[in-house]
């Protein structure tokens, strides 16, 4: 073979290279990424037409859909006490690191106290709920989905003290602090959940059941849930905050949780777990925590459509390198 002959098989081989990793990617998006939009979309238009407020769905879904889901998930997958400390470890740490780089940005940038406290907000707390279970279930199985779940708990549990702490500027005490952490019922569903399995015990069937069933229906509401509530995102101008959010959370913080998740040696599910949820956008929960204490609401509403949108160009490529 002659020296342009090997030049040119080498060039079509790299060609077809590429063009196997561009279908590989469309594909990744096609099957695991677009039918959450495409349901989220789906509940918009719904919400729209018909005028639906996501309260009452809201409730329904936090208050009975989710822990049954929990429970469901972290009974029938085993997992174990080191798996469960790690996870809440690993999302405590990468709420550190995330938070410090945005306060130091947002000081750099003299973005003022109010709008900084939202910033911190959208960039901290991800949509590892709405968005996070749904696709961890599409992309890798149900025991990467427990594993979500359970960061889901965690994230709730730092948003419902560390994040109306943020949101509140400190107006908040503690016992309106614990109060909000208590009152969600995803926290119970866990424990309950880890005695059931350190004690072997079962449900009884029409129990189980029952419980399996609302389990089921955790995922769809979750996402037109998340459709309805993107219904009220409204600009209002803010660019730099706006880049600093979407700038950390979505671009720095999946390199933080990939770059944690091997200083700990983590593999496998657990590893592809904790490092997608770490890297979706910010949640719509932080929309209800700015309207509750005034913290900028349009901005931070705003702000979770934005990097819902741009969602798909990050974690694309992400599932494809954690091997979806």
């Not at 060609?15 to 939009?37: A, G, M, Q, Y």
């Not at 707390?125 to 989905?145: E, V």
């Not at 708990?153 to 503690?174: C, E, F, R, W, Y």
């Not at 770490?278 to 925590?289: C, H, R, T």
Request: glycine share 8%; net charge positive; charged share 10%.
């Amino acid at each position: 073979m002659t020296r342009c002959s090997r030049m040119r098989t080498s060039i079509l081989t790299t060609t077809e290279k590429t063009r196997s990793t561009h279908t590989f990617l469309i594909l990744l998006f096609l099957n695991n990424i677009l039918p959450i939009f495409l349901i989220a979309g789906a509940g918009f238009a719904i919400g729209k037409f018909f005028h639906i407020t996501p309260r009452l769905l809201s409730q329904v879904t936090l208050y009975l859909f989710t822990p049954c889901l929990t429970f469901q998930l972290v009974t029938s997958n085993d997992l174990i006490g080191k798996e469960i400390v790690t996870i809440f470890l690993f999302a405590a740490t990468i709420m550190l690191l995330v938070g410090s780089i945005t306060w130091l940005v947002g000081r750099l940038m003299k973005i003022e106290r109010k709008l900084m406290a939202a910033v911190l907000l959208c960039a901290i707390f991800m949509n590892a709920g709405n968005f996070g279970l749904p696709l961890l279930g599409f992309s890798f199985g149900n025991k990467a989905q427990a594993f979500g779940s359970l960061y889901f708990v965690s994230m709730v549990a730092l948003t419902n003290t560390v994040g109306i702490t943020i949101a509140s500027a400190g107006k908040s005490g503690v016992r309106q602090v614990l109060s909000n952490l208590f009152r969600f019922p995803a926290l119970y569903a866990v424990f309950l959940a880890l005695l059931f399995i350190y004690f072997d015990w079962s449900l009884p069937l029409p129990l189980a059941r029952s419980v399996e069933i609302l389990s089921g229906a955790a995922v769809p509401c979750m996402l037109v849930l998340l459709g309805l509530q993107l219904q009220v995102a409204r600009w209002n101008g803010q660019y730099k905050a706006l880049g600093i959010v979407l700038a950390v959370r979505m671009f720095i913080a999946p390199f933080l949780a990939l770059g944690l998740a091997n200083l700990l040696g983590l593999q496998g599910n657990l590893m592809q777990a904790v490092v997608t949820e770490a890297s979706m956008p910010p949640a719509v929960m932080n929309s209800l925590i700015a309207v509750e204490y005034d913290s900028e609401p349009s901005f931070t509403t705003f702000v979770v459509l934005s990097g819902t949108l741009l969602s798909p160009f990050t974690l694309t490529p992400l599932l494809a390198f954690l091997g979806a």
